[in-house]
């Protein structure tokens, strides 16, 4: 694969994450705003993960990049959780 499109499948696959971070924190948001049962939306997302990961290693991303981008989400995602509802 180019270097160029290898860039490009980078920064599509920091767009993707950043996307579900963000559909994430909403959740809570609204969880915690409305009240009720998100189970199946928590159930629903991490699947979601998965097959994304799964997708990622079709395209030719290796696996030491997909755990580096999955260790830099979860923790944005720690850091996004304590700055937002703390």
């Known amino acids: 694969m180019e270097e160029k ?3 490009t499948l980078y920064f599509y696959m920091a767009i993707g ?12 948001k609204y969880v915690e705003t ?3 049962n998100a189970s199946f ?3 629903g997302f991490p ?3 998965i097959y994304l ?3 990622e290693g079709k395209a030719g991303i290796s696996k030491k990049v997909l755990w580096i981008k999955s260790i830099i989400a979860i923790s944005l995602l720690i ?4 700055f937002i509802f703390n």
């Open 5 to 7: 499109d290898r860039g």
């Open 17 to 28: 994450t950043l996307g579900l971070l963000i559909i994430l924190v909403g959740l809570f």
């Open 34 to 36: 409305v009240g009720g």
């Open 41 to 43: 939306a928590l159930v």
């Open 47 to 49: 699947l979601t993960i």
């Open 53 to 55: 990961n799964y997708l």
């Open 79 to 82: 850091i996004i959780y304590i």
